[in-house]
């Protein structure tokens, strides 16, 4: 059973999840009209992961017999600037989704609810692979002022990233 506590952390993590998932989908679709398909795979892959995190959470929950809230999405960013400029953004936005796990994290070690904590530790870890994924791009795109190298960089992350239909 889930403390009220717990169960009021987790529903905001799951609204949380959806919410950053349709920001990458945001910025996907920006990528995609600027004609940069993999920047804009690359983003579609980290709205299909935090939409993932949703659902696997959500069946937790629906495990422990609750009930899950879901919320509306408002106010996603529609309009960027640029290529570094928009994962500068998703950087930021990722650091504070790390730090919004991090606290879940502290409520339900707080509750003592020891299932939980240990349902927790493969976002914790995975957050940590996230902000090195995309600290390494933002490093490669700073490093590079010149079209062919963002060129480059956007037919890579195309190839590895595997879209599936
Ligand atoms: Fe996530």
Not at 22 to 35: A, Q, T, V
Not at 54 to 60: E, H, K, P, S, T
Request: charged share 25%; net charge negative.
């Amino acid at each position: 059973m889930l403390s009220k506590r717990v169960k009021e952390v987790l529903n905001a993590q799951i609204n949380a999840e959806i919410w950053s998932a349709h920001f990458y989908l945001s910025m996907s679709l920006y990528f995609g009209g600027e004609g940069y398909r993999g920047f804009s795979r690359w983003m579609k892959k980290q709205y299909r992961e935090d939409m993932t995190h949703a659902m696997q959470m959500m069946d937790y929950m629906i495990e422990q017999g609750d009930r899950v809230i879901l919320q509306d999405i408002t106010g996603i960013p529609t309009v960027f600037e640029d290529i570094v400029t928009t994962f500068e953004q998703a950087l930021v936005h990722l650091v504070r989704i790390t730090d919004a796990i991090d606290t879940l994290a502290d409520v339900v070690e707080g509750e003592n609810d020891k299932a939980t904590r240990i349902f927790l530790d493969k976002y914790i870890l995975g957050q940590v692979l996230a902000e090195a994924r995309m600290n390494q791009i933002l490093t490669q795109l700073k490093r590079m002022n010149q079209e062919i190298g963002v060129y480059m960089l956007d037919k890579e992350l195309y190839e590895v990233c595997e879209i599936k239909r």
